[in-house]
């Protein structure tokens, strides 16, 4: 079985390296390519990709940005990837994390048994300790993220899968008209075929975080923004005035985030990474109640019976 892995890059010079580092030191004795999508990039990041051939022989990159139109979200160019892909099977990585010695041997091993999968995340090696060093558990560290949710399915982020040519051709691939949620519709969608979402705690990715506070909040807010067309997607019927409930959790939300940021005005504790996480937790809800109102997705919400979701008609996937 040959893979593909697919690493999308906008402007990545500053950080890429260090996952092209990662890949061309992996303990995968198997057949494999390693496909850079460039998304219209204008730093230096293609010529540090290009010093890698001899390193990654089966390097080849890619254009996913057409001049002089708008440049697309990151979900085309993995799609743009997997067109290009020779492999079986296709690994998603991205150029600012760092993938584990083991990940394609430990991703390889799992596809013999599963068709689709995802590896775990860390976040200690790419980020500052005042950041991670929280009492709450992150994401993806240790299972599936957000398994209480209306559609009742566990996902992942796109950043560290394995998935059959066969079942990503089969959904369509990656919605396109989701352009900072695609990854969350793309596990329930293929979910919803029946192939099973199968976690490996072994393949591991080190996940950078955003460090400021308004990278934090403007990364969240557009996530929050796109979450009322998707579950707008998935029919889930009113059951309150979702703004209104919106609204009020945002409100018993900043009592926190007033405490952490005096917290960390006086250097307590671990006030500084919390008070991100918090930033990051605002970003989130503003976004999905200004989702709302701009989408006017108004007759859905949260819970309620969830009608099974076929691909987009309007999507630009495989």
Known sequence: MKLSVILPCYNGGATIAVQLDALASQTYSGEWELIVVNNGSTDNSMESVQAYHDRIPNLRIVDAY????????VYHSYNVGTKAATGDAFLFCEADDEVCHEW?????????DYQFIVGAMRYDRL????LVITEEQWPQEHELVDMDNPVGLGFAYGCNL???RSVYKSVNGLDETLPFAADKDFC???QQTGVELHFNSNAIVQYRLRHLPGAAFRQAKNWGKDHPLLYARYQIPLEYPVVLHRL???LLYMPNGI???LMKILNIGRSKGGWVRWVWGLGFRIGEIQGFLEHKQLKYAYKGSVKRLQPAA???GF
């Open 66 to 73: 057409e001049p002089p139109g708008p440049r697309r979200p």
């Open 104 to 112: 394609l041997d430990s991703m390889a091993k799992s596809l013999q």
């Open 127 to 130: 980020n500052p300790k005042w």
């Open 248 to 250: 009020i959790q945002l």
């Open 188 to 190: 329930w969608r293929v």
């Open 259 to 261: 405490k952490l940021f």
């Open 162 to 164: 394995a998935i059959m």
């Open 314 to 316: 309007d999507s630009k």
